[in-house]
């Protein structure tokens, strides 16, 4: 598969030793894929924004929407997300399930829309500055997957590693250290032969295997946006973004011994890999709307790449139960369980260049009854880049071309539409977004979101209910790093996320 091929290229010659885990193509997609629609209103409407205007999510999508607002507004929007995955690894099915209570959007518009003899003299009907923040991406997930495997074990990758270059904690991840200071590889002159394959695998044996994933974290868009209102015709507007990025991930890969055999030096082993990810950058998008006609107006928007800097801390640990092992091979302590752990985490810092992406809108009204509406937008995941300090200039180059031969653009579709009766409104939208990747047989990539949302308002006051369902398949290696000769299991991932937002405004 490209895939495998391209990962085992990464893995070859210094098998990975200068890795952090969250400094690859894998990693870079997590910061790219970002969602639209932070509000109850852009969520009920499949999270486009693009066109219509006078909503805060707009400032994140076209921030020529602002150039709607005539009188200023604050708004806030808490959220609760409510999480399923399903996942299938060597013929076997699981269900993992998570929820957490969140803050999606919160923002001021300062407006001033211009009335009487200065709406006759001025060419700028109305003009605004708005400030707050747009959640672009949520992190939280919770996924379980496990199988009976009779072919591999982790400890086949962690054998590779240190027979090609040792045993020593300077490497990341320390899989060879871990694995021997483990008591799970067994030296044999330097060959280091990984224990539950030679005496469990080797002998029609079988290991079940299960991991657990825990994420969290998000993208937030903190913006600064101006705007205004050119003769009622085209809006045009600017916004100021600083990206914030927050990711933390603990996976936990238990294996064990199926037989029943407690005399065979192996019981069970659970590698733990934890990663904390903090990263700032900056971008640029600019935007515009034209009024066709009172029932037609369309949009176009530009955001520039998204320049940031990031800073990694991973750490590794294994605990272990090897029977009698430590025993028979003469080890001081004989003790079958074992916990092994590097002296210090392991920091990173580096930079990433994010996509640029163009949005195309149009929104039809259908008098004052509603709308249609809908925003295409296309997302150059290839043009990712990394760029590490010089002592990784190699593994630098090997990434970058790893995403180039990796990932293509995505083509992304919103559709919206919104029913007004007096002060209150129906909402109900869909989402497709292409798969980034070059060929998605295996690692699929596209996902689908449906949503629905109702809307008031009352005065001075306006509140928003918006729903969102999402649909998104995935895949992944169970094992950390992919060797030569060693049979990974695939686990295919489908994530179901539901998303409850409600947004409370205050005009003045």
Known sequence: MLYRSIALLLCSGIFCLSQVQAQNETDALRYGLLSSGATARSIGLGG?????????????????GIGVYRHSKLMLTPTLSINGAQSTYLNNKDDDHSSKVGLSNLGVVFAHGTTGREYEQ???????????????????????????????SITDVMSEDAYNNGISEDLVPPLGFLGYQGYVLDDAVHNYASIPHTNILDNGGSLLQT???????????????????????????????????????????????????????????????????TGLGFNLKLGAIYVISDR?????????????????????????????????SGQSDANPNTFVQPSQPYAFDYSLRTPWRGVLSATAFMGSHGFITIDYDYVDFASMKYNFNNNYSDFEHQVNQAIKD?????????????????????????????????????????????????????????IDLGYRHSIYKSAEYAYPLLASGVVTGLAKIQQNKNLIALTVGYQF
Request: glycine share 10%; aromatic share 14%; proline share 1%.
């Open 406 to 462: 990796t990932y293509q653009g995505s083509h992304n579709i919103h559709v919206g539409i919104e029913g007004k009766e007096k002060n209150f409104m129906g909402r109900l939208g869909f989402a497709y977004h292409s798969s980034p990747y070059k060929r998605s047989a295996d690692f699929d990539g596209q996902s689908m979101d449906i949503t629905a949302g109702v809307g008031a308002r009352f005065s001075a006051i306006s």
């Open 48 to 64: 486009t924004g693009g066109s219509f205007g006078g909503d805060f999510s707009s400032l994140s999508i076209n921030p020529a």
């Open 296 to 328: 037609f107006r369309i949009g176009a928007s530009l955001h520039t790449p998204t320049w940031s800097s990031f800073s990694d801390q991973s750490d590794y640990d294994l605990t272990s139960n090897t029977e009698n092992f430590k025993y028979n």
């Open 122 to 152: 001025s060419d700028w009907k109305a003009y605004a500055i708005g400030i707050g923040y747009n959640r672009l991406a949520d992190f939280n997930s919770a996924i379980t997957y496990s199988g009976v495997n009779t072919q591999s």
């Open 211 to 277: 991991k657990s994933i825990e994420t969290s974290g998000g993208v937030d868009d903190w913006t600064l946006s101006f705007g205004g209102n050119y003769q009622e015709k085209l809006m045009l507007g600017m916004s100021l973004d600083m990206i914030s990025y927050k990711y933390d991930r603990d996976s936990y890969f238990t294996e064990q011994d199926e037989t029943g055999n407690t005399d065979n030096d192996f019981d069970y082993l659970q590698y733990h890999e934890s990663l904390s990810t």
